[in-house]
């Protein structure tokens, strides 16, 4: 058995972008949420919210007092990232990178550990990871590196958390439609050239939608996918099916 149906779920960086698509997802199907962002999350039909940067010890205390007064957490959900240091290995600020791994990687893991006892047997914790993290791009070494790492702790709570009957998985999701994305698209020289440099990255040739991640992630912290942990589950539209990861013709 996993997550029962109406289970308590936590979502990191919900207030926009995929966070909230699966936060409102879960609210749709009946489920108690609990969401988290370091600006304050949509009240989505009087659910629980909570302001607090996950990144930080205090930040994390503040959710699981929220999380203790929901009772219990089935299903876990780390989204939240921080996508702002760019540069490759020779140019990425120390800073930078170690902001991004903080909240990228360490947070995953601190949060894990400070709701284990909230998480009953049959609980799930799926990370959102990255294409970035299966392979990287040039000139975003942080990031890819955060989201290589969180790829692996993936596999290694999976392992450690069996005996305890939780389940951890990851998404890795392509370009998905959000509003830092569009907002990317929007703001570069040649919107609509830029927008199909994106698109032709899939072979479905679109972007993603954040409803078609969180559906996925729905899937993972269910019952549905009882047998599922430690996997890494591409939500990319065909990206890394590819060795050319156009999977455009030539
Ligand atoms: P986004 O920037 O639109 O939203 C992220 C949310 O997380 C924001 O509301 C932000 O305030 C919150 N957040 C950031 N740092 C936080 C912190 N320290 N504590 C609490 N909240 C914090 O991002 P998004 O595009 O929706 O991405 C969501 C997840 O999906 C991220 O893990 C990202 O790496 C991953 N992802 C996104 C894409 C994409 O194309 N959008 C692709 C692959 C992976």
């Known amino acids: 058995p996993a997550a029962p149906p109406g289970g ?40 629980a919210r909570v302001k607090a940067d996950v990144g930080t010890a205090a930040g994390r205390e503040r959710i ?38 903080v909240v990228n990687l360490t947070a995953p893991l601190m949060l894990t550990r400070i709701l284990i006892d909230l998480i009953p047997r049959g609980g799930a914790v799926v990370n959102v990871a990255s294409v970035q993290g299966l392979f990287a791009e040039q000139g975003n070494a942080a990031y890819n590196a955060s989201k290589g790492g969180l790829v692996n702790l993936t596999r290694a709570a999976a392992l ?12 890795a999701p392509g370009a998905i439609a959000t ?18 440099d994106y698109e032709d990255l899939h072979a479905l040739r679109r972007l993603g939608e954040p409803r078609e991640v969180a559906q996925t992630v729905y899937f993972l912290g269910s019952a549905e996918a009882s047998f599922l942990t430690g996997a890494i589950v ?16 030539v």
């Open 234 to 249: 591409p939500v990319d539209g065909g990206m890394t099916a590819s060795f050319m990861m156009a999977g455009r013709p």
């Open 64 to 101: 699981l007092r929220a999380a203790r007064e929901l009772g219990k957490v089935d299903v876990l959900v780390n989204n939240a990232a921080f996508q702002d240091a760019p540069g490759g290995v020779l140019e990425v600020s120390e800073r930078g990178w170690s902001r991004t791994l």
């Open 160 to 171: 450690d958390l069996a005996p305890r009957g939780i389940r951890v998985n990851a998404v």
């Open 8 to 47: 308590t779920v936590v979502v990191t960086g919900a207030a926009r972008g995929i966070g909230r698509a699966i936060a409102e997802l879960y609210v749709e199907r009946g489920h108690t949420v609990l969401s988290v962002d370091l600006n304050l999350p949509p009240a989505l039909r009087g659910q």
């Open 179 to 196: 509003e830092a994305v569009l907002g990317a698209i929007a703001s570069s020289e040649n919107p609509e050239q830029t927008r199909r």
